[in-house]
T-cell receptor
C-alpha cells in the first residue's frame, strides 16, 4: 500500500531534549516536505527536499533541521525543542516538484508533539 | 505574499443537501490548486488537483472549479452524506521550485443524518 509513515504519532517531552520525527514513503517520490499545523495559523511549510541531498527552507524553518540521505526517508530534527514548537506535524511527499508534473501531495497521519 | 482564505470556517447541513465551499487567493500567479480533506486525528487526503490551465475537475460527487483571474475556487459537494463530515482545506502552489503550498484555514463541515 502506498503511504507516508511518520513516527512517533504522539510525543510529550521537555524543553531542550533533542528529538527526531521520522518520515518514510514507499512510492519512490522525489519530493518530500514537513509542515506544522497550528490553530488559527493553518498549515505552514517547515522544510522541503527536492531529491536526495537537496533540502531547502520553507516558511518557518527556525529551530528545525532535516536531512535527506536516502530517497525514502526525510527525518525532522529538533535539536533543542522549545514550547513554541508544540504542534501537529505532517510529512508529505509527491512524485516530483516540477510544475509540469502537477502531482498531488500525499500526507502522513501526523505527529502530535508537546514540549513542556 | 500569497494569502488563502476559506469561507465559511464552519458549516452544518442536513444530509442530502448540495453545498459549496469557497476558497480565495490573493495572487493569481499559481501553478495549481489542490483540495484536501482532513479527518480528526488523520492526515490530509488529496481530493482534487486543478492545474492553472484548467477550469474544473470532477471526482464522483465532488466538483472543483478554478477562476484564476478572480482568485477563486469552489468545491461543490452533491448530495452530502454524514461521511462527508471533515475539514476541507484548499492549497495553492505558488512557485516553480520546492512545490511550496500555501494553505487556507479550512472549512469544518458537519453533515447531520
Amino acid at each position: 500500500e502506498a503511504q507516508v509513515t511518520q513516527n512517533p504519532r504522539y510525543l510529550i517531552t521537555v524543553t531542550g531534549k533533542k528529538l527526531t520525527v521520522t518520515c518514510s514513503q514507499n512510492m519512490n517520490h522525489e519530493y518530500m516536505s514537513w509542515y506544522r499545523q497550528d490553530p488559527g495559523l493553518g498549515l505552514r511549510q517547515i522544510y522541503y527536499s527536492m531529491n536526495v541531498e537537496v533540502t531547502d527552507k520553507g516558511d518557518v524553518p527556525e529551530g528545525y533541521k532535516v536531512s535527506r540521505k536516502e530517497k525514502r526517508n526525510f527525518p525532522l530534527i529538533l535539536e533543542s525543542p522549545s514550547p513554541n514548537q508544540t504542534s501537529l506535524y505532517f510529512c508529505a511527499s509527491s512524485l516530483s516538484f516540477r510544475p509540469e508534473g502537477n502531482q498531488p501531495q500525499h500526507f502522513g497521519d501526523g505527529t502530535r508533539l508537546s514540549i513542556l | 505574499k500569497q494569502e488563502v482564505t476559506q469561507i465559511p470556517a464552519a458549516l452544518s447541513v442536513p444530509e442530502g443537501e448540495n453545498l459549496v465551499l469557497n476558497c480565495s487567493f490573493t495572487d493569481s500567479a499559481i501553478y495549481n490548486l489542490q483540495w484536501f480533506r482532513q479527518d480528526p486525528g488523520k492526515g490530509l487526503t488529496s481530493l482534487l488537483l486543478i492545474q492553472s490551465s484548467q477550469r474544473e475537475q470532477t471526482s464522483g460527487r465532488l466538483n472543483a472549479s478554478l477562476d484564476k483571474s478572480s482568485g477563486r475556487s469552489t468545491l461543490y459537494i452533491a448530495a452530502s452524506q454524514p461521511g462527508d463530515s471533515a475539514t476541507y482545506l484548499c492549497a495553492v502552489r505558488r512557485g516553480n521550485a520546492g512545490n511550496m503550498l500555501t494553505f487556507g484555514g479550512g472549512t469544518r463541515l458537519m453533515v447531520k443524518p
